[in-house]
């Protein structure tokens, strides 16, 4: 593999296996910001739990999903990629951080670069 690809790659590994290790952790502080603002009013009736506990559950996925696009970036990489697509779909569909929801669209595309860069890789290899 190209050197500048591979160093793409391992960029791209790194970027979206630590940001939503840092996110997921940032659900049990709210240091970055208020995390269940970003929940629409609708689905926080529904819960049969506190929305904050909610972020926290959402939380410990983010970490999972981090971690795994660290150990297995092929396989992470479209685990975040839709996880972003999940959020930006239910922001979009309240209408509320439409800004935020165009940026995890952003992001998913990038993560899904890295999935088809990874694949082509291990394709190469094979």
Do not use: H
Not at 10 to 34: C, H, Q, R, S, W
Not at 74 to 96: D, R
């Amino acid at each position: 593999m190209n050197s500048n690809v591979q160093f793409v790659q391992t960029m791209m590994k790194y970027t979206y296996g630590i940001v939503p290790i840092v996110a997921g952790l940032d659900k049990f502080t709210n240091l970055l910001t208020e995390w269940r603002l970003y929940m629409s009013q609708g689905f926080a009736d529904v819960l049969p739990f506190d929305p904050s506990t909610f972020m926290i559950v959402v939380g410990i996925i983010e970490i999972i999903a981090g971690i795994i696009v660290l150990v297995r970036p092929k396989i992470g990489s479209f685990i975040v990629g839709a996880w972003l697509v999940c959020i930006a779909f239910s922001l979009i569909a309240t209408w509320s951080y439409v800004d935020v929801a165009v940026r995890d669209l952003v992001m998913a595309m990038g993560a899904f670069s890295l999935f088809i860069i990874t694949n082509d890789k291990v394709a190469s290899e094979e």
